[in-house]
C-alpha cells in the first residue's frame, strides 16, 4: 500500500478559534471525528481543511496569528463569510438537509433555501483542496455540508484519490426525493472514488435513490457512472473506547460516579445525554418516563431521571423554540409527579467536561438513547466503553445507526410512549446476571470496533481501490497473447473456467444452455491434453452439471464450490452444510415476487436459491429486481446468507459460500510453475478472481468492469482461446462452430 498524505476535509475543524484577551487561542474539539482522524492527520503528513469558525471579530494581525497556528497544525483554514455561514451551514445544511435526511419532513421550511450558498461554499472547499493536492494524495470528505465537493474536486483533479463519508442517515428514497435538487446531490457524491455509510439500509437507500432519480442500476457495492466505478461501504463509526476505559477507571471519576450515587439517596439512576436536537427524541423519552410515573407512582421516589442536554445549533429558529419546548415538558411533569421527598427530573442544558460524562455514565442504572433518528450515535457507545464494571442497561431506539451492531441493548422504538415506558421498567428491574450478559456482548462490540479501526478500514479501502483501467495501465502488464503463449511454456496449466456467458451464451431459460457438440468436443480435448487440469466452476445445481457433462472427465465445482466432484466416477463432495431450515423464510417471499412478476421463477438449489426474471418484461423485471434485493437485505440480514445480483438474476446464497473456496482448495494441491488461467463473466467469478495468487491470469468475459486483469469479448473469444491453451489454435478459424453456437443466442 502506498503511503501518500491524507487530506481531511470537513465543514468543522478539529479545533475552534477563540479570543481570549485579545489573544487567538485554539481549543481542541473533543468529538468523534477528531479523536478518530487525530493519529491519520498527524501520522501521513497529510493536512486538515475546514471552516475555523467565525473570526468576524478577528483583526488583521489576530487573522495573522490564527493562520499561523494553524499552519503549525497542518491545518488549512477555509474562511467563510457570516453569510455564507448563516445561508450554507445554518441554512440549507441544518434546515433542510438535516431534518429531511432525519425524516423530520415537517421540519422542513416550505421553500427550502440556501442551495446557492452551499453550492457556492462547496466551490470554495474545492479550490482551496485543489490549492493543497499533491498526486498521491487521498482526499477524505466529511459529510452532508460537503456533498457537491467530491464532483468538484473530480473536475478539478481527474485522478485523484476521493473518499466521503456520510455521518447521518441516508433517507429512503422516497424521502431523499422530495429535495428538489436530489439530481445534483447525487451527482456531487458520485465524484468519488468510495462513498462510506454507517449501515446496510443507508447504502441500500442511496443505492434505490440512484436507480429511481437517476436510472443508473448498482450493483450491491459498486455503481458504473461513465468511465468510473464508485465502491459503496459500510463502515460503522466507532469511539475512543479505550479512552472512555481508562478515564471510568480513574480515581477522581470514580469517586464522582459515587457521589451522584450517593445523592440521589438510593434511587435508581436513569440517563439521557444528547445534544439538544430534536432527531434525539427527547420529548417523547420525557413522556414515556412521565408514563412510567404516572402507571406506578411508588417509582417516584425511587428513580431519579437525569438528562444532561448539551447546546447545540442556537442560531436556528427551531432550535431555540425545541430549547423550550422540552424545558416546558420538564417543568410540567416534575409538577405533576414531583413528591415531597423527590423531583423526578433532574435537567441541565450545558455541555459537560469528559470526567463529568464518564462519571455520569459510571452511575447510571439504566441509559436512555432513544433518537428518532440518528446516523449512528456515539453516545451509547460511550456509555459501554465507560461500564469497565460491566453492569448497566443500555436502551437503544431501533433508529440509530447504532442499533445494527449493539445487540446487547434493549430496544425500543422511539415513538411508542408505553413501549418505551415498560422498557425503562424492564431495565430497572433487570437481574444482575441478564446485566453482565448483556453488557459483556456490548462490550466486546465497541471495544474491538473502535473509531481507530473505523478510520482505517475506510482508508485502506480507499487506498487500495484504484480503477482497474488505471493500476493495469501504470503496472504494463503484457498483452494476453504474450501471456498465454507464457503461460503454455509452463509445465503444468491450471484451467479454472465458469460455464454461463464463459462457455456458452447466456440462454432465456437454464434448460437451453445445454453445452453443443462443439463445445463437448473442445472439454474432451482440454481433459486429455497431458500438462492441462480442467475445472469448471459453475453456479449451477450439481445434478444439471452432471447431466450434461457425464462423460468428460473433469473436475466440476457446482453452486460456486459448495459441491465437487473429481470426475465423472468421482462422488460429489460438499464443501459446507447450509442450516436445516434455511428456505423457511425465503421461500416465501421469491414465491411471492414470482406471482408478482409474470415471466419470473424461482430456482432452489443445495444452500441457495434464486429468482430469475430473464424472461420477464425488461424494464418490469428490473424494477422487481431491485425492490426483492432491498426486501431480502432487510429480511434476511441477521442470517448467515448474502444476495447477489447476477445477470438477470437475484440469488441468495449460504455466506462463505463462493467461488473462493475453489481458489483456496486448488491453491493447497498446486505443483510449483503451474501456470493457473481463470475466466468468467460476472461477479460470482470475480470472487474467485479476487482469491487467486498475483501471478494467476485472469480473464473477464464481456465485462470490462469485473476486476480481471484480461478482456475477451464473449464465449466465442472463450472457446478460440481455449483452443489455442490445448494447442489446436487452427481449429477456432473453421467455419460452421460460431454459426452453430451463435443460434443459441438470447
Ligand atoms: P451527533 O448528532 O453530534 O453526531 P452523537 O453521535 O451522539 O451525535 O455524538 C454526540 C457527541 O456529543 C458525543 O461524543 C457526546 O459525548 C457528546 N455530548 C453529548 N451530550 C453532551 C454533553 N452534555 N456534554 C458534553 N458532551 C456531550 C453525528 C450524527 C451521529 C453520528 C456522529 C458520528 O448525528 O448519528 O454518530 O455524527 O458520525
Known amino acids: 500500500m502506498d503511503r501518500g498524505r491524507l487530506l481531511i476535509v470537513s465543514n468543522r475543524l478539529p479545533v475552534t478559534a477563540r479570543l481570549s484577551g485579545g489573544e487567538v487561542r485554539l481549543t481542541a474539539a473533543s468529538g468523534g471525528l477528531a479523536t478518530g482522524m487525530k493519529p491519520w492527520h498527524e501520522g501521513s503528513g497529510g493536512l486538515w481543511i475546514g471552516w475555523p469558525g467565525d473570526v468576524a471579530r478577528f483583526n488583521q494581525a489576530q487573522r495573522a496569528a490564527l493562520d499561523a497556528q494553524l499552519h503549525d497544525r497542518n491545518i488549512v483554514p477555509v ?29 422542513v421550511p416550505n421553500e427550502m433555501t440556501g442551495w446557492g450558498a452551499y453550492q457556492q ?57 422530495i429535495l428538489p435538487r436530489r439530481r445534483e446531490i447525487l451527482r456531487g457524491l458520485l465524484g468519488a472514488d468510495l462513498i462510506g455509510f454507517h449501515t446496510f439500509a443507508y447504502m441500500r437507500h442511496f443505492v434505490a435513490a440512484l436507480l429511481h432519480i437517476e436510472g443508473v442500476e448498482a450493483d450491491i457495492d459498486r455503481v458504473r457512472t461513465g468511465s468510473r466505478e464508485v465502491r459503496l461501504g459500510v463502515f460503522p463509526m466507532g469511539i475512543d473506547a479505550g479512552r472512555f476505559a481508562r478515564l471510568a477507571e480513574n480515581r477522581e471519576v470514580i469517586r464522582a460516579a459515587e457521589a451522584l450515587r450517593r445523592d440521589a439517596g438510593g434511587r435508581q439512576v436513569v440517563l439521557g445525554v444528547d445534544r439538544l436536537d430534536y432527531t434525539k427524541g427527547i420529548p417523547r423519552r420525557l413522556q414515556s418516563v412521565e408514563r412510567l410515573l404516572t402507571r406506578e407512582p411508588a417509582l417516584r421516589d425511587r428513580i431519579r431521571y437525569i438528562q444532561v442536554a448539551v447546546p ?107 413501549g418505551v415506558a415498560d422498557a425503562i421498567a424492564r431495565g430497572l428491574a433487570m437481574p444482575a446476571a441478564e446485566r453482565r450478559a448483556r453488557m459483556a456482548r456490548l462490550r466486546r462490540r465497541v471495544m474491538e470496533h473502535d473509531v481507530h479501526a473505523w478510520a482505517r478500514s475506510f482508508i485502506e479501502s480507499l487506498r487500495e481501490g484504484v480503477a482497474p483501467a488505471r493500476t493495469r495501465a501504470s503496472r504494463r502488464v503484457p498483452s494476453l497473447d504474450v501471456a498465454l503463449k507464457r503461460a503454455r511454456e509452463a509445465p503444468s496449466i491450471r484451467l479454472l473456467v465458469d460455464y454461463d456467458g464463459t462457455l456458452v451464451p447466456l440462454a432465456r431459460t437454464p434448460e437451453e444452455a445445454s453445452p453443443d457438440p462443439d463445445l463437448l468436443r473442445l472439454l474432451e480435448r482440454l481433459a486429455v491434453t497431458p500438462g492441462i487440469e480442467l475445472e469448471l466452476v459453475s453456479g449451477r445445481p450439481k445434478d444439471t452439471l452432471a447431466e ?65 426474471y430473464r424472461e420477464a418484461d425488461p424494464e418490469f423485471g428490473r424494477r422487481q429486481a431491485h425492490e426483492l434485493r432491498m426486501l431480502l437485505g432487510d429480511a434476511l440480514s441477521n442470517q448467515p446468507f448474502e444476495v447477489l445480483e447476477g445477470k438477470k ?66 464465449y466465442r473469444d472463450v472457446r478460440r482461446l481455449l483452443r489455442t491453451v490445448a494447442g489446436q489454435a487452427r481449429v477456432a478459424s473453421q467455419p460452421g462452430d460460431e454459426r452453430r453456437t451463435g443460434a443459441r443466442h438470447a
Open 548 to 612: 450434461w457433462l457425464d462423460d468428460i472427465p473433469v473436475s466440476v465445482w457446482a453452486e460456486h464450490g459448495l459441491w465437487h466432484r473429481r470426475g465423472p466416477e468421482s462422488p460429489w463432495e460438499a464443501t459446507a452444510t447450509p442450516p436445516a431450515d434455511w428456505t423457511s423464510r425465503l421461500l416465501p417471499i421469491l414465491e411471492q415476487y414470482t406471482q408478482a412478476t409474470p415471466g419470473s421463477r424461482v430456482e432452489v438449489k443445495t444452500a441457495s436459491a434464486a429468482w430469475h
Open 121 to 177: 461554499v462547496n466551490e470554495r472547499f474545492a479550490d482551496v483542496v485543489a490549492r493543497e493536492y499533491r498526486p498521491g494524495d487521498a482526499i477524505w470528505v466529511h459529510d452532508y455540508q460537503l456533498m457537491l465537493l467530491p464532483a468538484l474536486l473530480r473536475q478539478r483533479m481527474p485522478d485523484a484519490r476521493i473518499g466521503f463519508f456520510l455521518h447521518i442517515p441516508f433517507p429512503a428514497s422516497e424521502v431523499f426525493r
Open 79 to 107: 474562511y467563510l463569510t457570516a453569510e455564507q455561514v448563516d445561508r450554507y451551514y445554518n441554512g440549507f445544511s441544518n434546515r433542510v438537509l438535516w431534518p429531511l435526511f432525519h425524516y423530520q419532513i415537517d421540519r
Open 312 to 418: 447545540s445549533r442556537g442560531e436556528v429558529d427551531q432550535y431555540q423554540r425545541f430549547r423550550r419546548e422540552v424545558e416546558e415538558i420538564v417543568g410540567r411533569i416534575n409538577g405533576t409527579t414531583g413528591t415531597l421527598r423527590s423531583t423526578p427530573i433532574h435537567y441541565m442544558h450545558r455541555s459537560v467536561p469528559p470526567r463529568d460524562l464518564v462519571a455520569l455514565y459510571r452511575a447510571a442504572d439504566v441509559m436512555l438513547v432513544t433518537p428518532l433518528r440518528d446516523g449512528m450515535n456515539l453516545v451509547a457507545k460511550e456509555f459501554v466503553a465507560s461500564r469497565v464494571d460491566e453492569d448497566g442497561v443500555l436502551l437503544l431506539s431501533e433508529f440509530a445507526g447504532a442499533a445494527a451492531e449493539l445487540d446487547g441493548a434493549l430496544s425500543v422504538n422511539p415513538y411508542d410512549i408505553d
Open 649 to 714: 438474476v437475484i440469488e441468495v446464497r449460504l455466506r462463505g459460500v463462493s467461488k473462493a473456496i475453489v481458489a483456496q482448495r486448488i491453491q493447497s494441491e498446486l505443483n510449483e510453475g503451474t501456470a493457473l488461467i481463470a475466466i468468467g463473466d460476472d461477479r460470482t467469478d470475480e470472487d474467485l478472481f479476487r482469491a487467486l495468487p498475483e501471478s494467476a491470469l485472469t480473464i473477464a468475459v464481456g465485462h470490462r468492469a469485473l476486476r480481471a486483469r484480461y478482456w475477451v469479448k464473449d
